[in-house]
C-alpha cells in the first residue's frame, strides 16, 4: 500500500506548526499494518540534499521521499505542484518495479497528488482528510481556510472510493458537507501504544514534577499546535478565575520556530490576565518523552473548537491523567457525559467560568485514574485494531 503525506513528514515532531497527531497516527498504522504482513511505502516529500531517498521504520515499512526538484515548500505552497510531486513517486514506483493495491493519502494536498496517481495506477484510492477546511472556518472565528481547500475537499470527497474518520463525529461531519453514501466512510479509530503512554510510579511523578520547575504545585497541561483552533486563549481565561491558592502550573507543550509569534501573543495574553509566572510554554517536547508529562500533570484540558480526533485526550488518559475537554473528535466517545467520573468531563459551551470550575475540580482531586479503568475503556483503542478495521475496509473495495 502506498501511503501518502506530501506536506508533514511522518518523523516530524509532533506541536510543531505542521506536524501533529497525523504523525503519530501514520505511524502507528503503518507498523501494524507492516507487522500483519503488508508492505507498505510511505511517501513524504525531501526537505534537504542529505536525506536518504529509502528509509526503514518498521518491518514492512518504510518512508519514501523522492528527489522532484522542487526545493522547499510551505505546506501552502505546495497545491501548484501535485502533479510534479505525482509524477516524481510515479518514477520513483516504476524505476523500483513496484506496484501497489491501494493507496490512502492524508490530508487534502496528498489526496490530490493520491487522485492523480489513482488515476494512473488505476487502483482504489483511500482518504483520510485528518481536517476539513470548512469545519475549521464553521467552528473557529480565527481560522480562514481558503476557498481553494474546501473546493478541493469536496472534490475529492466525490471522486475517492473510501473516506476514513477517526471519530463518529467526524463521519456526520462528512455526511454533512459532502452527502456521500454512508457505505463510502469507515471509521477506523486511532490506536495508542500502551507500552510507552501508562501510568508511572509516584516516585517518578514527582520526580519529573522537579525537573520541570513545578515542585509541589498543581500542574495543568495543555498539547497541541499554537493555532487559534486549538483555544489556547480561552484556557488562559479560564486560568486567570482560578484562585491563587490553588498553586497551580500552566504548561503547553507545542510550538516551533514557526510559532514564535502566536507563541509571543499568548504570553502578552497571559500577562494581561495577571498569569505572569504561572505558564510555561515547552516547545515541541520529543513523543516519547510525553508520557512523563502526562503522568506529573493533574489535568490535562483539551480546549479545541475542533478536532477530527483527539489523540491528546488519549495519551493523557492512558497516563492516568484525566481530562477537561470539549466535544471533540473522540472526545464524546471517552468522556460520557458533562458530570465528572474518573477520566474527566466534557465541557459545552466557550464560557471562561465554566471551563475554570470544571478544571477545578479535576485538579483538586488528588486520585489519578486506575490502572484497571484504564484497561477496560481504553481496549478498543490500539494500532493492532486500527489495522484491522483498514484491512475490512478495504475488503469492501
Known sequence: ???LSIHSSPLGKAGGKDTGGMSTYLRGLSRALGEAGHRIDLFTRPVGAAEDT???????????????????LAKNEIYPYCDAIAES????????????????????LSAVVGQNLRQSWNIPHLVMFHTLGRAKNESCPGEN????????????????????????????????????????????????????????????RRQVKQQIGAGKQKIILAVGR?????????????????????????????????????????????????????VHFTGVVDHDLLPLYYNAADVTVLASFYESCGLVALESLACGTPVAAAPVGI???????????????????????????????????????????????????????????????????
Open 89 to 108: 513517486i510515479d518514477r520513483f514506483c516504476r524505476r523500483e518495479n513496484g506496484g501497489y493495491h491501494f493507496i490512502f493519502s492524508h490530508y487534502w
Open 1 to 3: 500500500m502506498a501511503f
Open 331 to 397: 472526545v464524546p466517545e471517552l468522556l460520557y457525559s458533562t458530570r465528572y467520573d474518573s477520566f474527566g468531563c466534557l465541557i459545552n459551551g466557550r464560557n471562561p467560568e465554566s471551563w475554570a470550575a470544571k478544571i477545578r475540580e479535576l485538579l483538586l482531586r488528588p486520585e489519578k485514574i486506575s490502572p484497571a479503568e484504564i484497561d477496560t475503556r481504553l481496549a478498543p483503542y490500539n494500532w493492532a485494531n486500527a489495522a484491522s478495521g483498514l484491512e475490512s475496509a478495504m475488503r469492501g473495495r
Open 145 to 204: 481556510e481558503p476557498l481553494l481547500r474546501l473546493k478541493v475537499e469536496e472534490d475529492l470527497a466525490r471522486k475517492s472510493d473510501l473516506l476514513v474518520a477517526a471519530a463518529k463525529q467526524e463521519k456526520e461531519k462528512l455526511l454533512r458537507y459532502f452527502a456521500p453514501d454512508r457505505q463510502k466512510i469507515a471509521v477506523i479509530p486511532c490506536g495508542i501504544d500502551r507500552t510507552l503512554f501508562r501510568p508511572l510510579d509516584p516516585r517518578c
Open 54 to 72: 529509502v528509509r526503514k521504520l518498521s518491518p514492512n515499512v518504510r518512508l519514501v521521499r523522492p528527489e522532484d526538484g522542487l526545493g522547499p
Open 226 to 278: 499554537i493555532e487559534p483552533v486549538k483555544g489556547f486563549d480561552l484556557l488562559l481565561k479560564a486560568a486567570a478565575l482560578l484562585p491563587a491558592e490553588d498553586n497551580f502550573k500552566l504548561l503547553i507543550i507545542g510550538g516551533d520556530g514557526q510559532s514564535s509569534t502566536a507563541v509571543g501573543r499568548l504570553k502578552e495574553t497571559a500577562a494581561a490576565l495577571g498569569l505572569a509566572g504561572k
